[in-house]
């Protein structure tokens, strides 16, 4: 747990303070986004944390400790901190800057290599491959796989992430924040993760504070419930015109009802099938094989079996259903449980429904907890 307690930061010079008499606390295990404006404070709060500047007065807490009480070099070790743009040493090989930790705590030769390589297939570069590589010969993306290795080198309890993946395009990095919220889930480090990116931080972060100015915090809360009840106008124009399609994101098909089309077995008569086509009030009917999961669509109004494109398990996000539904020109998609039993359809109206129910709140209940 971090705890910061009245912590102001004053730069000579400047008239108002950077970061002025922030309290905040971040849970054990948790990642705490910190998004906002450029020059609101952000860097400061997380160079105050590790002590790469002092504060003009305020404390921080590292679990119960003061960390004016330990030692710079122990909190550094103690503390990860990966960079934009990776912050990697140029003339050192990736092995020797994803050492640098381990190194520095005296671990002998063989349980650094054996470190290196395990951070290396942790953020997925293949040691054989990139251990004797120098940054420059490596893409950005994989600079960052590395930046991230180097942070979580001496196995620390907190890690600081400053735009970690700021610097990359938008492929790379969803596979890089998706790799990293994998690892977190097993790891269960306790995280500050500055993003100028409000997509970012829904993503990322268990909970977002959004800084105003001066390392003012609007609002603290879970992604959920700032995307749906922003705290002011400053929070609504942060997050944008997009809020109600990026709470999508953060509902899974599997907590929410989907309404059920109707159905006919496959082993059913043509005649049947036509009939019951026929009665439905859809559009289609699901047509089911023997172990109901689907295999094809019946139009109403007569014509031919269609295929059934992509079913879409339980932990498809509704953003995804949505992409897809666009993708394949599709406006309604069937939901299949954990083994590809029939579940239900969600449309382009499914989905709007959930958006508009109470204001969102249809899309809250199924929202991650
Ligand atoms: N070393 C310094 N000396 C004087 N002023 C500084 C120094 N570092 C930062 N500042 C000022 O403090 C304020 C906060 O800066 P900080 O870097 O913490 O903001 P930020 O929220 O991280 O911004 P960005 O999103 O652009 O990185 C800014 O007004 C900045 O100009």
């Given at each position: 747990m971090i705890r910061l307690d009245r912590l102001t930061k004053s730069y000579a010079g400047?008239?108002?303070?950077?970061?002025?008499d922030l309290t905040l606390e971040v849970p054990e295990g948790k990642i705490v986004v910190f998004v906002g404006p450029?020059?609101?404070g952000k860097t400061t709060t997380m160079k105050l944390i590790n002590r790469l500047i002092e504060p003009t007065s305020g404390r921080i807490h590292l679990a119960d400790e003061?960390?004016?009480?330990?030692?710079v070099h122990e909190l550094r070790r103690r503390i990860g901190y990966a960079i934009q743009q990776s912050g990697?040493?140029?003339?050192?090989t990736v092995a020797q800057n994803i050492a640098t930790v381990p190194g520095l705590l005296g671990w002998d030769k063989k349980r650094v290599h054996a470190r290196v390589d395990e951070l290396l297939d942790m953020v997925g570069l293949d040691p054989d491959t990139y251990r004797g590589r120098y940054p420059k010969q490596l893409s950005g993306g994989q600079q960052q796989r590395v930046g991230v290795a180097r942070a979580l080198g001496g196995d620390p309890q907190v890690m600081l992430m400053d735009e970690p993946f700021g610097a990359i395009d938008p492929l790379n990095r969803e596979a890089l924040q998706n790799e990293f919220l994998k690892i977190q889930s097993k790891l269960r480090k306790t995280i500050v993760f500055v993003t100028h990116d409000i997509d970012e931080a829904v993503k990322m972060g268990d909970k977002i504070a959004v800084f105003a100015e001066?390392?003012?915090?609007?609002q603290y809360d879970t992604p959920e419930k700032i995307l749906a009840e922003p705290a002011s106008e400053f929070v609504t124009d942060f997050i944008g015109a997009g809020a109600a399609v990026r709470r999508l994101s953060l509902t899974k098909l599997g907590t929410v009802d989907v309404p059920l089309w109707p159905t006919v077995p496959e082993s059913a008569s043509a005649e049947e099938q036509q009939d019951a086509a026929a009665d439905s009030d859809r559009e289609f009917v699901v047509v089911l094989d023997e172990d109901r999961r689907p295999v094809g669509w019946l139009p109403s109004d007569g014509g031919t079996r269609l295929p059934l494109i992509s079913p879409l398990g339980p932990g498809t996000s509704l953003y995804d259903a949505l992409d897809e539904m666009l993708a394949v020109n599709a406006s309604a998609l069937t939901v299949v449980d954990d083994i590809g039993r029939y579940r239900g359809v969600v449309s382009l109206d499914t989905l709007r429904t959930l958006i508009h129910t109470n204001g969102g709140s249809g899309l809250l209940q199924g929202a991650r907890t």
């Open positions: 400047q008239e108002r303070p950077a970061v002025d450029s020059g609101c003061d960390v004016t009480k330990i030692p990697l040493f140029p003339h050192q001066h390392g003012n915090v609007v």
